[in-house]
Structure formats: structure tokens, C-alpha cells
């Protein structure tokens, strides 16, 4: 339903304090000329963080915003934030916000003057663009002439070529079939990037290095590029083995003007999708920078280029970049640019929509400082770096009292993390004056940052920033697999973390006991004995099994533990999801995640979840005596790593498998993943057919 009126405003004030002002630098420099006119109303052809984030630069504009959204997002942030909102259809982005005639509806009914598309979705449609434009009503964004030159990855590597970009080489056309993507690429020489021709955002992209792999690329590629963009046109380029990922930000308007805004650092990638990214970046040296910006300027000007837009190279070690692609939207990313330009590329884009002319010249841009933004997402990190979680967010609290901290976010507590949209949870991004400051910012936000009811990367992010190889710049798009070429497995405690860790596992454990003992501030039984002043105590922690002695000494704690004494400090406030501690004067801050009354309990320490299990002496030596239970032998079974939707099932029962064979295919996300056979074997059982829904730990087939 349309609703609008003093209920909006009332939630809209009660959200404006999710946006972080950074105090020691403002976040734009960019001001709001109210004798500016623009437009009076704006519609959001999106959802989630990128909604919110528009909706807040259009409350500082004086611009009405109208949300839409899907029949499960109805009571999302972006709604609760605009003025006015409308139901677009069911869950199912298909039926809802890609749905263009039913948006197209909404903005006839609420006279939207102008739509922002935001990332994703229909950002890079050129037949939404049109389509608005037929019925007078401004696209936020490049003309279409621009989307269908920049959007097709085939047109604009030959546009790139013609205006002097540096390109990759490959393949300049549409591939067939897979028999056709097998020739191209054995005469580019392998390793080849298959990648949709309309993609974008690590979607309907594989690394092929034989024809084997090739094969099997197109396949999966030409599905993601058909469900994500409803397109399945794919290409075929080198893959230039171990670049970095840089991009630089672009600025144009209707008059032939054009900046390079720097910029952004995007190697840390998992799957073709970023991680982190940073402003400036490590590697570039002023004259790379420059020519990076001149190039990235010059394509803009080659398809009369209007709005902001990024260009993506790829840069190898001796620094020679290679034109990737153009994104003709608002990037993902664009808060790190923002940071240290102090522009605000979204009222930027709003302007140039209007036919205003840009306000800066290329020597008024600069680099103030240094920005870093981690990606949040709902996803379990143990498993290929991230796969996705659903659930409802039980509780959340931003890290918005660390200094010069920003979230972008769409979610609030009690939001629910669903199988139908991009699990990403929010954009944390940290500033300094320097790298190092920003860093350290992005630490402290991360230990400060709870977040419970679905897995999150919180660990995976924080293990990058404080990782040496990334504090030095040493990085790469190969970086997660160089570092972790196990897989990630959280951070591996030193000896005076696993004893910090134990000691402040014991102190509290102490705290709970001491408390449960008193009510309203006095002990429970007025008559009894004066207070137990030391513990003896047993911790597990993984394979390891702990004696750990405890005194209390005021509001401290003297710990032994390995023969040596820690004194642990804090206000033991147990009810508060964070904990300041401090260790022999090393402030941590912790979560405590769960416990129960098997002493089992799990804390968060330096952004890794810790289980751990704290007895007294004698419990212990009792709990020898209880009974293990059986591990369960998963060769013989697939479960689904992950809550998605079955594409495909190779198999029926009866059926030989090899090991390492495709069983089915799950699609989480609008990312297909093939589930493979542990082990060589007869198929006993399938319990899934294709299009059904499946949880994370579901049983899909078994073996004999």
C-alpha cells in the first residue's frame, strides 16, 4: 500500500542516527545549494543499504523519495526511511524489482519526476532507461546510448581499443556454445576468463585452465548470466594471472565535462566478488594514477558519458593496467572514494541529471586521508571464504561510537536475511588520516560490531586487515587463496592469546558465579559465609584441556594459567553484548556469543568464535565418565553447505558415482554451486529434484 504522512517522518528520525558523521573529518564537503532546484520527488528502483544511502542524500536535498519493494521486504529499512513506498510483487526479484511493468506503474501513480536505479538490479538495463525517458521521467544515471555501449562487455572492450585504453587480449564477439568457447580459448591460450558479455559484480564469471574447465564454465556462466541479468551472451578473454584490482572513479556531466575521482583498491576478492576495498591504493605511484585517470576519462568522453561510473583495470606487477570494464551505475564501494574526496556522488548524480554543469576541475580533486570499507556479509567465511546464511538478525548493534566509523546499512535487529537477495549485511568503512589510522579504526569497529542470528564474515575480514602481507601492500585478486590455501580456519591464537583468551574465559565465568549470587546488589542468603575468594578451574579449548586457578582482587582477577599470572580487568557488565577487558594492560574487547549449563560457552576474541568449556576441578574429573557421541561419517551423504535452490541433480538412485563428480547443483544468491561426490560409490538415495528449496545442512543424496 502507498503510505506517507508524520508515521514516515517519526521512523525516519528514529533511523537518521544510523548514518555516522565522521567527527574528525567531514564526510562530504559537498553543500546543498537550496536555491539548486532539482527534482520534488525520486523514485528508488532498489533496495537494501544502496536504497537507504540514497534516500539520505535526498532528505538533504529536500527530495520526497518513493521505496518499493517486494512482499517480504515490506517492513525493511528503505521502506520504513522513504516518504512514500509501494509493493511491487512477490519475493522473487524476477516478479519484483526487476519487474518493470510494475514499477513503471508505481512511478505513473506516485509522479515520480526522476528514478535512481542504485547497484544491481535494473541499474544497467538500457530498456528501463528508455522506457522512463519515453515517459519523461529522468534516469539518475548515463544516457542509454552509454549503458548499451558500456553494459556489453563486447562493445566496450572495441570502444576501449578505439579511444586508446589499454585492453586485454581476447576474444571480440558472442561465443556460441561451449564447443565454440573451447576452440577461442586454446588459440587465446589457457588460463581464459569466461565471463557474461551484460555482467557485473563476480555474477556468470570462471577461471577456465584447461578444456575441461572451459566446458564446464560456459555452462555455469551462461546460467548465472541468464538468471542474473537475463542475458546469457558470454565472452572469452586472457586471464592475467595474479593482478591487482583497481578502479578508478569517474565524474562527467551534459557539457562535455569529466573528472577522475582516484582511485579504489578491490584486490581482495573471494568468487570475483570484493571484499575490501581502499582509497587511495598501496601500488600506484602519481604517474600511473594519472594515466590510469586519463584513460578511464577518455572512454567516458568516447560514448558521451553523463553521470558517475567507474572504470576497471587490472594491473600486473610491473604496473601496466588493462581496461577491464565500465560499471555505468553507483559502485558498491563509492563510500571510500567519498571519504577522502569529500563529494557526495550521489547528489552529484542527482545534479548532473538536471542538466547541471560539474562544480569541480580535475586540480580540485585530492586525496585527503585514507579510507577502508569491509563488506559484512551473512555468510558462514569457514566454507569457500563465505557461503550464505539466512535467518533473522536476533540482535545488531552498530560499531557507530568508534571515531570515524560509517555503515552503510539496510537492515536493523529483527530484519531477516533471506534467500532471495545478496546477503550482504552492511558496508563498514573506516577513515584516518593515514593507512595505519584507518586500519586500526576498522580493528576496533569489527571487535565492536554484533552481530547474532545468521554466520557472518566479521573473523575472515578482520584476519585481512591485521594480516602482514595486507598491512605491507603485498596483495592481490589471489590473495585469500595464497594465504589460505586450506580454506580459512579463523585466526590461529599465539601462546599469550590462547592464555588471554583462557584468563578471560575464567574471569568470566567467575563474574556470572559471583553475581548469581546476590540479588539487587546483596547476597541472596544474608546469614551466609563470607565470599569464596579463589577457583579452580578446568578449561577446554579445542583439543587442549586447561587448569586455570582464579583470585578475585577487588573488581580484578588474578588468573594463572601455564604457570604464569594474568591480572584481567573490566566492569564485568554480563548483561551488555560487549565486554571491555583488559589484560596486564591489553584492552580487548570480546562477545560472549552463548553459553549453557554444561559450562560449554563461545566467545568472540579478536573476531574469531572460540568454543570453550569451563568446569570446576571436580566437574571435570566426572565429566570423564560421561559417554562421547558418535561422529557421524559423512562420505556416504551430501548436505547442502548452504540455505538455496536446487538447479539440477545428475543422478538417481542405483547410479555409480566417481569421486569428485557433480551430484546437483544449488543456487544461493544467484550463484550456482555444483555439490560433488566425496567418495567413489552406488547412489542409495536422492532426497531433491530440481527446483526445490533447500537448508543449509539439508540431505540431498546418500551412497552405499
Same mark, same amino acid.
Given at each position: 500500500?502507498l ?44 533496495? *537494501? ?19 518499493? &519493494? ?7 529499512? &528503505?521502506?520504513? +526511511? ?39 538490479f ?22 542509454t546510448h ?58 556468470? +564469471?570462471?577461471i577456465?585452465?584447461?578444456d575441461e ?41 551534459? &557539457? ?14 573471494? $568468487? ?11 601500488f ?12 578511464a ?11 558517475? *561510473?567507474?572504470?576497471? #583495470? ?9 581496461f ?21 556522488l ?12 560539474? $562544480?569541480h ?8 586521508g ?17 557461503l ?63 552481530? $547474532? ?19 605491507q ?43 548469581? /549470587? ?13 565470599? $569464596?575468594s ?12 586447561y587448569?586455570?586457578a582464579?583470585?578475585?582482587? *577487588?573488581?580484578?582477577?588474578s588468573?594463572?594459567?601455564?604457570? +604464569? ?21 591489553t /584492552? ?16 568472540? #576474541? ?18 570423564k ?8 561419517d ?26 569428485? /563428480? ?43
Amino acid at each position: 500500500m502507498l503510505k506517507e504522512g508524520c508515521n514516515q517522518r517519526m521512523r525516519w528520525e528514529t533511523l537518521c542516527s544510523r548514518w555516522c558523521l565522521i567527527t574528525s573529518h567531514k564526510l562530504y564537503s559537498s553543500v546543498y545549494d537550496p536555491n539548486e532546484k532539482t527534482f520534488e520527488k525520486l523514485l528508488i528502483a532498489n533496495r *537494501g543499504e544502496i536504497a537507504c544511502r540514497v534516500i539520505k542524500t535526498c532528505k538533504k536535498m529536500g527530495i520526497k523519495t518513493v521505496a518499493i &519493494h517486494s512482499d517480504v521486504d515490506a517492513n525493511a529499512v &528503505h521502506v520504513k +526511511m522513504a516518504d512514500e513506498s509501494v509493493c511491487v510483487g512477490p519475493a522473487p526479484t524476477s516478479k519484483s524489482y526487476l519487474n518493470m511493468d510494475a514499477i513503471m506503474e508505481v512511478i505513473r501513480k506516485t509522479r515520480a519526476q526522476a528514478v535512481h536505479p542504485g547497484y544491481g538490479f535494473l541499474s544497467e538495463n538500457k530498456e528501463f532507461a528508455r522506457r522512463l525517458a519515453s515517459e519523461g521521467v529522468t534516469f539518475i544515471g548515463p544516457d542509454t546510448h552509454a549503458i548499451q555501449a558500456m553494459g556489453d562487455k563486447i562493445e566496450s572492450k572495441l570502444l576501449a581499443k578505439n579511444a586508446k585504453v589499454n585492453t586485454i587480449p581476447g576474444f571480440d564477439g558472442v561465443v556460441k556454445d561451449a564447443d565454440e568457447a573451447v576452440r577461442i580459448a586454446r588459440e587465446i591460450g589457457y588460463p581464459v576468463m569466461i565471463k557474461a558479455s551484460a555482467g557485473g559484480g563476480g555474477k556468470g +564469471m570462471r577461471i577456465a585452465w584447461d578444456d575441461e574447465e572451459t566446458r564446464e564454465g560456459f555452462r555455469f556462466s551462461s546460467q548465472e548470466a541468464a538468471s542474473s541479468f537475463g542475458d546469457d551472451r558470454l565472452l572469452i578473454e586472457k586471464f592475467i594471472d595474479n593482478p591487482r584490482h583497481i578502479e578508478i572513479q569517474v565524474l562527467a556531466d551534459k &557539457h562535455g565535462n569529466a573528472l577522475w575521482l582516484n582511485e579504489r583498491e578491490c584486490s581482495i576478492q573471494r $568468487r570475483n566478488q570484493k571484499v575490501v576495498e581502499e582509497a587511495p591504493s598501496t601500488f600506484l605511484d602519481p604517474e600511473t594514477r594519472r594515466a590510469m585517470g586519463e584513460q578511464a576519462v577518455a572512454l567516458a568522453k568516447a560514448v558521451k558519458y553523463s553521470s558517475a *561510473g567507474t572504470v576497471e #583495470f587490472l594491473v600486473d606487477s610491473s604496473k601496466n593496467f588493462y581496461f577491464l570494464e565500465m560499471n555505468t551505475r553507483l559502485q558498491v564501494e563509492h563510500p571510500v572514494t567519498e571519504c577522502i574526496t569529500g563529494l557526495d556522488l550521489v547528489q552529484e548524480m542527482i545534479r548532473v541529471a538536471k542538466g547541471y554543469p560539474l $562544480r569541480h576541475k580535475q586540480a580540485d580533486i585530492p586525496i585527503n586521508g585514507w579510507a577502508v570499507e569491509c563488506r559484512v556479509y551473512a555468510e558462514d567465511p569457514y566454507k569457500s571464504f563465505g557461503l550464505p546464511s539466512i535467518g533473522k538478525l536476533s540482535q545488531y548493534q552498530e560499531p557507530l561510537h568508534v571515531p570515524s566509523v560509517r555503515v552503510d546499512s539496510g537492515i536493523q535487529q529483527g530484519s531477516d536475511i533471506s534467500i532471495y537477495y545478496d546477503p550482504m549485511i552492511s558496508k563498514l568503512i573506516t577513515y584516518g588520516s593515514n593507512r595505519a589510522e584507518a586500519l586500526k579504526r576498522m580493528e576496533e569497529a569489527l571487535d565492536n560490531y554484533v552481530i $547474532r542470528g545468521v554466520a557472518h564474515n566479521i573473523s575472515l575480514l578482520r584476519e585481512v586487515i591485521v594480516h602482514p602481507r595486507f598491512v605491507q601492500g603485498d596483495i592481490s585478486t589471489k590473495f585469500l587463496p595464497e594465504v589460505y590455501p586450506d580454506g580459512f580456519k579463523g585466526h590461529k591464537l599465539t601462546d599469550l592469546e590462547r592464555r588471554e583468551l583462557l584468563a578471560t574465559a575464567a574471569s568470566l565465568y567467575v563474574a556470572e558465579q559471583l553475581r548469581s /549470587q546476590r540479588f539487587l546488589g546483596t547476597p541472596r542468603i544474608p546469614i551466609a559465609k563470607s565470599k $569464596r575468594s579463589s577457583w579452580e578451574l578446568s578449561v577446554r579449548l579445542g583439543d587442549g584441556i586447561y587448569p586455570v586457578a582464579v583470585s578475585k582482587d *577487588g573488581s580484578s582477577f588474578s588468573v594463572e594459567v601455564d604457570g +604464569m599470572k594474568l591480572n584481567v580487568t573490566s566492569e564485568w557488565n554480563l548483561a551488555s553484548p560487549l565486554l571491555s577487558v583488559t589484560i596486564d594492560g591489553t /584492552q580487548r574487547t570480546i562477545q560472549r556469543i552463548s553459553r549453557n549449563a554444561s559450562g560449554e560457552t563461545s566467545i568472540q #576474541f579478536l573476531g574469531t568464535v572460540y568454543k570453550l568449556q569451563i568446569l570446576t576441578k571436580v566437574a571435570a574429573e566426572l565429566s570423564k565418565y560421561m559417554p562421547e557421541k558418535a561422529v557421524e561419517d559423512t562420505s556416504s551423504i551430501l548436505r547442502s553447505p548452504m540455505p538455496g535452490t536446487v538447479v539440477a541433480v545428475s543422478v538417481k538412485p542405483g547410479d555409480m558415482v566417481s569421486e569428485g /563428480q557433480e551430484i546437483c547443483v544449488i543456487e544461493a544468491m544467484k550463484m550456482q554451486n555444483s555439490m560433488m561426490a566425496a567418495k567413489t560409490g552406488k547412489v542409495k538415495a536422492v532426497h531433491c529434484k530440481a527446483g526445490d528449496t533447500v537448508g543449509e545442512e539439508d540431505l540431498l543424496v546418500e551412497l552405499e
